[in-house]
């Protein structure tokens, strides 16, 4: 069942997200070659705490890390260790904030020193594919109204997206109804609605978007090897334009 948000909800979402938002940030700015994910993962669980929140990703079914943190072909839920950030890599980043019983969720790629040309513009296929796809993210349209645009964005620039896995509805559980795929058919799905609060969030391959998850039953890696990018927002579905929920405020 797919819940609308009251004013009431939405405010404490805004906060949930700004938090997330900013931990987000602190991420990537900590992003640098000698550093290790696991570094990383220490300082967003402190600021997170820090913020009277707790980190969504903790402990959720059974996963280690207060942060996703996936480098160059992880494409999501690479756990944080002791891996050290050279020059060139791609690290994405995803967390979440938990605060007054509702969850932010938002992610990003960020680039560790100079990065190829290849990398850059997966980077930046990927960011920019969220936001053609919430374009369409207006009361009245489908969901998959906005997995087509995604899609199309990506397929454009010579990208894949994954399929395996899909942006989901946020809220009081981390994840809830509707599924946001970013592929499909246009026209198809639930239709949006004000108060709907979504995590929107492209994940695309610098190759094929076949992908598989490793023996830790979390880490999953593009199959053939290519480069991945994560870029995500938590979004309110409005009478107009669609909100960003998961923003640093500043």
């Not at 949930?16 to 993962?41: F, M, Y």
């Not at 938002?106 to 850059?120: I, K, L, N, R």
């Not at 207006?138 to 010579?158: K, M, P």
């Not at 492209?202 to 480069?227: E, F, I, N, Q, Y």
């Amino acid at each position: 069942m797919i819940s609308l948000k009251s004013s009431r909800e939405i405010e404490l979402m805004r906060r949930a997200g700004r938090i997330t938002a900013q931990a987000r940030t602190l991420a990537g700015k900590l992003v640098r070659p000698g550093v290790t994910t696991l570094e990383i993962d220490t300082q967003v669980r402190k600021f997170i705490e820090g913020q009277g929140a707790v980190p969504s990703f903790l402990n959720y079914n059974g996963y280690p890390g207060s942060a996703c943190i996936s480098v160059n072909e992880i494409v999501i839920h690479g756990i944080p260790d002791h891996r050290v950030l050279k020059e060139g890599d791609i690290v994405s980043v995803d967390v979440g904030a938990f605060i007054d019983g509702v969850h932010g969720d938002c992610a990003a790629t960020f680039p560790c020193g100079q990065v190829s040309e290849e990398a850059m513009a997966l980077i930046q296929v990927t960011e920019q594919s969220f936001w053609e796809g919430i374009k369409l993210a207006r009361a009245g349209n489908r969901v998959y109204d906005i997995s087509h645009a995604v899609q199309q964005y990506v397929e454009a620039h010579g990208c894949s997206v994954v399929r395996d896995f899909v942006g989901h509805g946020v809220g009081h559980k981390l994840h809830e109804a509707p599924e946001v795929p970013n592929f499909g058919p246009a026209g198809h799905g639930p239709r949006l609605q004000p108060g709907m609060t979504l995590a929107v969030e492209p994940m695309v391959c610098a190759g094929d978007w076949h992908v598989r998850v490793l023996k830790d039953g979390w880490t999953t890696v593009t199959a053939d090897g290519s480069l991945a990018a994560h870029y995500e927002n938590t979004i309110l579905i409005t009478e107009g334009v669609p909100e960003i929920l998961t923003v640093t405020g500043e």
